[in-house]
């Protein structure tokens, strides 16, 4: 499986007492014991079952890392020559606490071994609640403030707009590329949560019958 490696890199952390990752991780859960509890009428639970449908529908099936994706993405790269995302809500979080954004592979093994230790650590409601308090949405829109400006902009699909924020950002010219995709994107996580929605009802319908 793709995250041997990854507790092998954890190991090696712990015994050799590698400071600067540990660091990171005191960084990372110094800021969830912070605002944990914190915000909870804006960070409500549809708010983050947008945020996992939509960047992490594996969410509770890992621990940090996603093997599937990983290996989803190197399949896309390698036969079709695109980069695709395979980031957890974990490490989205380390990377934004971090501020580390260089593209290397070094950088994301050290990403992902912070994730799976600060998994161990706290909830993955924890640690999607304070990505969310955060995060970047865009030019002047940042954590809570940022999701406070969105819900005013915004009377319907407020939750997917935020969680769209994430992938696209609001840039300085509210007409450019990025608000195309941004536009695409609220409606791509729309037909995500329709359709787990739809799934549920069945479910639920089944049991019924049974």
Not at 15 to 33: G, H, P, R, T
Request: with cysteine; net charge positive.
């Amino acid at each position: 499986m793709c995250t041997i490696p990854i507790y092998c890199g954890i190991a090696i952390v712990k015994l050799l007492n590698y400071k600067s990752i540990i660091s990171d991780l005191e960084k990372c859960a110094a800021v969830v014991n912070y605002l944990q509890g914190k915000h909870k009428s804006e960070v409500t639970d549809s708010l983050l079952r947008a945020l996992v449908v939509a960047e992490d529908h594996r969410n509770s099936m890992h621990y940090g890392v996603d093997p599937i994706a990983i290996l989803r993405s190197i399949k896309v790269r390698m036969l079709e020559g695109k980069r695709q995302g395979a980031s957890t809500i974990e490490q989205q979080f380390v990377r934004t606490i971090t501020a580390r954004y260089e593209k290397s592979p070094r950088r994301k093994v050290r990403e992902q071994v912070l994730a799976v230790m600060l998994s161990s650590k706290f909830s993955k409601g924890d640690i999607a609640s304070c990505y969310l308090k955060v995060a970047y949405y865009g030019v002047s829109l940042v954590g809570i403030k940022g999701m406070r400006v969105l819900r005013a902009d915004s009377q319907e699909f407020t939750n997917e707009i935020i969680v769209a924020h994430l992938k696209y950002p609001r840039s300085s010219n509210p007409e450019g590329i990025m608000a195309k995709k941004h536009f695409i994107r609220v409606n791509h996580i729309k037909m995500l949560l329709a359709r787990e929605k739809a799934c549920v009802l069945l479910a639920e319908r089944d049991l019924t019958v049974l």
